[in-house]
């Protein structure tokens, strides 16, 4: 039972000092006990040492308010709130970041140095292994880890910054209210209020708590730099919003942070000093949804949040990924782990399920992934992959089992026999992006640019839209189409996809002009097999005709 101090305290500090858990606290005269920390001195005491030593028994048992309260306390300004549109904002996106996402992300899976006073350090070389990034999490135990949760600050944060003229010289003001909102919790229940704040203070804690050392080259005209050992988020001052009941016991119902960047986005994130090309400006577009399905998924699919934030960066990086699986299983379940799936049956077996799973999970997120047709062939890929090739239409699924059942059974048949040796070969082309993350790459790809001082490739930028990482060369539907079918090029699947249902021809349909079976047309619309010249003039015919002309 947790115990709460009332407004007979005359505020003699005794039990801040006594309190084995540190859950009393002092601000501005205001004391107040976590009912998620204390325990009743369970395991240090045979009774609570607050309420022993206390000369005026001010503590009492907790109890929670009753009813809803309007608070009504003074808070400091804050900064404007982010994601204006609804959907996405620019944030800070060099390599410390990611590096420092992928710190709180893939903890327990990267190779880290157990250093003196519980400080645990990540090394990452940069340029070649000609200069290096240091991240050491302070006041880490051995053996725990942090909470991918804490992620989604550290992102935010970062949007934060961009909206900063220096940052390095200036500081930004979040409030819970505002993150709840961006993390989804203003309409979830599940949380009481005290848990909410609780965690939000953990997981500031744990990004502020990080400091980075870095020693970066020379890139382009930006002239090597170092930057001596600090934090990245220095957390200037917390403020706790109390109020009182009918006891004068005070109640957390708010909390506001002010949180200075450090000193690396001078270097990284510094708008004049990329001008002068004197530092890197770079910055890319944060997903509201991303954030809110972290917090959705990060229970029951950790490995598919990892992949998340780690495609958050990654994919900014070109059209044509081509990620190896085993490359997504270290980010998503580490080396360690891996290693054991190589020598154990059984553990093969449950990492392969496990990482279907977690691609299901990306899948019905936005993250769709294009298999390889030639490492990754349909009877590798997920059974939620292959029903995807299912017809909608009742009468063309239909047909399409029956087709599928004569020909033995194939999209629902077992995996073939060596299927995880296969799979340590099979790789993933790109996946394609959700709406809200498409300004991502465009806004990385001009910053990247600016701060390379390439001049062929700012004027590329300015000139042409630039393509994502998944949705190829941005061009009106009216010209795409006639790209596509104005010329010898071999169609492509999409381009075959979209030109049918433009039409509004169904794949039986365009099957019976061709004289083919509808799973060829199947076949060749995911790209399965590439077809010869004369299946490509009927298929440019097929599309352009009507089908009364066909017959006649």
């Known amino acids: 039972m947790a115990y709460q101090i009332s407004g007979e305290c005359i505020g003699c500090n005794i039990c801040i000092t006594s309190c084995p858990n540190q859950a009393i606290s002092n601000q501005d005269g205001e004391y107040w006990i976590n009912p998620l920390l204390c325990n009743n001195c369970e395991g240090f005491f045979p009774e609570p040492q607050c309420l022993s030593l206390c000369p005026d028994s001010a503590p009492r048992p907790y109890e929670a308010m009753k009813g809803r309260n309007r608070t009504i306390v ?57 200069g290096s990034l240091t991240l050491c999490g302070e006041r880490i135990p051995e053996g ?12 935010i944060f970062s949007a934060y910054a961009t909206e900063l003229e220096m940052p390095w010289k200036e500081s930004f003001v979040c409030t819970d209210q505002q993150l709840e909102s961006y993390l989804g919790w203003d309409k979830r229940k599940d949380l009481s209020k005290i848990a909410r704040l609780n965690l939000l203070m953990n997981w500031v804690e744990q990004v502020c708590q990080i400091k980075a050392t870095i020693d970066w080259p020379s890139q382009g005209r930006v002239k090597g730099f170092s930057v001596p050992s600090g934090s990245l988020w220095t957390l200037q001052k917390m403020q706790r919003h109390f109020q009182k009941d009918e006891q004068g016991c005070n109640h957390l119902v ?63 990086m070109g059209r044509q990924q081509r990620l190896t699986v085993p490359t997504l299983m270290r980010v998503a379940y580490g080396e360690e782990r891996l290693q054991e799936a190589h020598l154990n049956l059984q553990e093969r077996k ?123 060369p941005r061009t009106p539907p009216e010209t795409s189409e006639k790209t596509a079918f104005g010329s010898d090029k071999p169609l492509s699947g999409a381009d075959i996809s979209a030109a049918r249902r433009q039409r509004g021809i169904s794949q039986r349909e365009l099957a019976q002009r061709l004289g083919r079976s509808q799973s060829w047309v199947r076949d060749v619309e995911n790209e399965r097999f590439q077809i010869g010249s004369s299946d490509h003039k009927r298929l440019l015919k097929a599309l352009h005709s009507d089908p009364e002309q066909q017959q006649a």
């Open 74 to 130: 003074a808070r400091i300004r804050s900064s404007p709130p982010l994601f204006l549109n609804g959907r996405n904002q620019a944030f800070a996106s060099s390599i410390v970041v990611w590096e420092t996402c992928n710190f709180l992300s893939q903890f327990q899976s990267l190779p880290l140095e157990q250093r003196e006073n519980h400080q645990v350090c990540y090394h990452k070389s940069v340029g070649h292994n000609q």
């Open 144 to 155: 725990s880890t942090t909470d991918v949760r804490a992620a989604c600050l550290h992102l």
């Open 254 to 316: 708010g909390l506001t942070w002010v949180i200075q960047p450090g000193e690396w986005t001078r270097y990284f994130l510094n708008r004049q000093g990329c001008r002068r090309r004197e530092a890197f400006y770079q910055y890319g577009s944060l997903p509201l949804s991303l954030l809110q399905a972290v917090m959705s998924y990060w229970q029951h699919h950790e490995g598919a949040v990892r992949l998340l934030l780690w495609l958050l960066f990654k994919v900014r």
């Open 350 to 472: 449950r990492l392969v399920r496990t990482f279907e799973s977690d691609l299901e999970i990306l899948s019905h997120y936005g993250l769709k992934p294009e298999f390889d047709p030639l490492t990754y062939p349909a009877n590798l890929q997920p059974l939620w992959a292959r029903l995807s090739a299912v017809p909608e239409d009742a009468n063309e699924a239909l047909d399409f089992w029956i087709e599928d059942a004569n020909n033995g059974g194939a999209l629902t048949a077992i995996g073939p026999r060596g299927k995880w040796g296969l799979l340590m070969q099979a790789r993933i082309q790109r996946f394609h992006l959700p709406p809200d993350w498409h300004a991502q790459t465009v806004q990385a790809t001009q910053s990247s640019a600016s701060g390379s001082g390439s001049r062929r490739r700012r004027k590329k930028v300015k000139s042409t839209p630039v393509a994502t990482a998944s949705e190829g």
